[in-house]
């Protein structure tokens, strides 16, 4: 004989005349979660995991001239070669970080300055957002032409800009000691707003009674920002600094518009992107490409790490 027993979580179960434990709803539904999430799991594997383990294992062997040709295994060969690279790899290494702090530092320190600026409501506010969101409506391909463009060393308009008021000429991307820093200060050209934007919405979702306290004991502007405002913008803070670092450590397509294959004639703005594509398109060397790009994937994962870590002690 049946019975059935009330569940306050799901309801009433009903026992089987064999005796067997009855299954809750979300026992019976568990497969069917599975089944719902099996093709975004299939995306991701075939996208993402796939790629990686693929490039793990081209790593490991001497595949040249053709991916698909005969190959060795070599072990991590590979990997010792290239952090044996002293006229290659390393200074590689020191332009990717060079240009990401470079970058990331003062794009942050200028987004969170225009969107304290942009906090309160002004005239004009709907327009200075539309025109902040210029530059990233534009690809980093065409952005970078459009810089050689201005910044050409003979005719371009910076120049005769800086001739106008007794300033000399400069090569700027021409220049192997100034591109570098050029081309920083271009991604903080175009990716400034998009911080500002991200601090600007977290901003607007702090409540005004702290930082109003804090008025009324006689705090400072500089007070309020630094002891109110700040920690409790912390953790968009660390998100967008996380999201940009990322991204301007992969940074390729402007290097690559404004200064072509090996980042210059003598290596001045070839970051480990760069290197990588080089081997790949201009060697065939698909080993060691492989190789570097599985050590560019850790100094990834580290940096993430090591914000993530320093996010996590400050908020």
Request: avoid cysteine; charged fraction near 15%.
């Amino acid at each position: 004989m049946s019975t059935t027993s009330p569940d306050l979580a799901t309801g009433p179960l009903t026992v089987s005349p064999g005796g067997k434990r009855p299954k809750t709803f979300e026992q019976q539904n568990r497969r069917l979660r599975w089944l719902m999430l099996a093709p975004a799991l299939g995306f991701v594997g075939v996208m993402i995991v796939f790629p990686l383990l693929f490039t793990l294992n081209l790593s490991l062997t001497d595949a040249f001239g053709a991916v698909n040709s005969g190959r060795r295994y070599l072990g991590l060969q590979n990997f010792a070669d290239a952090l044996g690279d002293t006229r290659r790899f390393w200074p590689a290494l020191g332009r990717t970080a060079v240009f990401t702090i470079g970058a990331v530092v003062l794009e942050t320190v200028l987004g969170l300055a225009i969107a304290m600026l942009m906090r309160k409501a002004f005239t004009g506010a709907r327009l200075v957002r539309t025109i902040l969101m210029v530059p990233l409506l534009a690809t980093p391909v065409a952005i970078g032409i459009l810089w050689l463009l201005i910044l050409d060393p003979t005719n371009g308009i910076a120049n005769h800009l800086l001739a106008g008021v007794g300033l000399p000429r400069q090569e700027f991307l021409g220049s192997v000691s100034q591109s570098l820093y050029v081309l920083v200060l271009l991604d903080v050209w175009q990716w400034t707003p998009m911080m500002a934007i991200l601090l600007l919405a977290g901003l607007s979702t702090l409540p005004e009674e702290p930082e109003e306290a804090a008025l009324v004991d006689g705090a400072s502007a500089w007070q309020r920002f630094r002891f109110v405002v700040l920690p409790m913008l912390s953790t968009t803070l660390f998100t967008a600094l996380i999201l940009r670092a990322v991204d301007a450590l992969k940074t390729f397509d402007i290097l690559y518009a404004t200064k072509g294959a090996g980042g210059g004639s003598d290596f001045e703005v070839e970051t480990l992107n760069v290197y990588a594509y080089g081997l790949t398109f201009d060697y065939q060397e698909y080993g060691l490409a492989a190789a570097v790009l599985v050590l560019f994937t850790l100094v990834i994962i580290g940096v993430v790490l090591v914000l993530r870590r320093r996010s996590g002690r400050v908020s």
